[in-house]
């Protein structure tokens, strides 16, 4: 039997059920407005992915049925037919890859809007599963008399009168020469594969020091769930495979001896995200050497 590597299969650790992580996004959508006030970029649209955590592209603004500088605007075809992205910021506006705006899965539903800050955070901590149904797909809104968004890429600007957005998300937050408000908010989202995040939309304006514009310093919390379940207090991460020399076979089966995962030690960690909530044996082979462990996922 080889020695070494029988203790390094004892060092495995099964990196599962672990509880789910909170991150932080934040997006500087600042941008010189009217006559040089402060405004937000409402020339573009950033397209985000919850599985990257990232934005992945994007798009200009379009408009069309354009009378005295106001228009509708229109969603980008292109992006309505990707897949790769699962909600989009137009300045303080979110669309999701649904209805409208995509042809993906998405929804939204809002959780809650009319707390203080730390009980938004309660809020969103204490939202451990997504809801099963109330998800809206995104749908055009005409915008109130006044609402209106500038382009500033355009002299004279153009302004929308309607577009096509999420909304749950309505809201957020508003520029005006009344004064710049945000409404924080806790908000559901069904991502355009089908999965689920919850976000806590903080900010969208800031004290106006570097780094962190008077307008436009757009900053989220949330946690992805990538295995496919509404369940946001564990996640399905990896299996670690700690201080294995040479290589092994790893692979895990079902209790009825189905295979569903294989890989090489020399990876180092197996992604196991894909696998459902439920008991597994791990078979783990080197030279004349079988070992079995069985796992939990929660």
């Given at each position: 039997m080889n020695k070494k590597f029988t203790l390094s299969v004892l060092s495995l650790l099964f990196a599962v059920g672990l509880t789910a992580q909170v991150k932080t996004f934040t997006l500087d959508l600042s941008a010189p407005?009217?006559?040089?006030?402060?405004?937000?970029?409402?020339?573009?649209?950033?397209?985000?992915?919850?599985?990257?955590?990232?934005?992945?592209?994007?798009s200009d603004t379009q408009f069309e049925n354009i009378e005295g500088g106001i228009g509708t605007e229109t969603v980008n075809s292109e992006w309505a037919e990707r897949s790769d992205w699962d909600i989009a910021f137009h300045a303080f506006d979110i669309r999701t890859n649904s209805g409208t705006s995509g042809n993906g899965l998405a929804g939204a539903v809002k959780i809650e809007d009319s707390h203080s800050e730390e009980n938004l955070a309660d809020i969103f901590t204490n939202l451990t599963e997504a809801p099963e149904t109330g998800y809206a797909a995104?749908?055009?809104?005409?915008?109130?008399?006044?609402?209106?968004?500038?382009?500033?890429?355009?002299?004279?600007?153009?302004?929308?009168a309607s577009m096509?957005?999420?909304?749950?998300?309505?809201?957020?937050?508003?520029?005006?020469?009344?004064?710049?408000?945000?409404?924080?908010?806790?908000?559901?989202?069904?991502?355009?594969?089908?999965?689920?995040?919850?976000?806590?939309?903080?900010?969208?304006l800031g004290d106006g020091t570097e780094g962190n514009p008077e307008v436009g310093a757009f900053v989220m919390d949330y946690v992805y769930q990538p295995d496919g379940s509404r369940d946001f207090t564990t996640e399905t991460g990896i299996i670690n495979l700690q201080e294995i020399k040479g290589e092994a076979n790893i692979a895990i089966y079902t209790l009825s001896g189905a295979i569903v995962k294989q890989a090489k030690a020399q990876a180092q960690s197996i992604p196991v995200a894909g696998l459902a909530k439920g008991i597994y044996i791990v078979k783990i082979s080197a030279e004349n050497t079988v070992q079995t462990r069985k796992i939990v996922i929660k």
């Open positions: 407005g009217f006559m040089g006030s402060a405004s937000a970029d409402f020339s573009h649209w950033h397209y985000f992915s919850f599985a990257e955590g990232q934005i992945v592209g994007t995104d749908k055009v809104v005409t915008l109130e008399s006044g609402w209106f968004y500038f382009g500033m890429n355009v002299m004279p600007p153009l302004r929308s096509s957005v999420s909304e749950a998300s309505l809201g957020f937050a508003s520029l005006g020469m009344g004064g710049n408000t945000e409404n924080p908010m806790v908000i559901a989202f069904k991502t355009a594969d089908g999965k689920y995040a919850k976000v806590y939309l903080k900010q969208f």
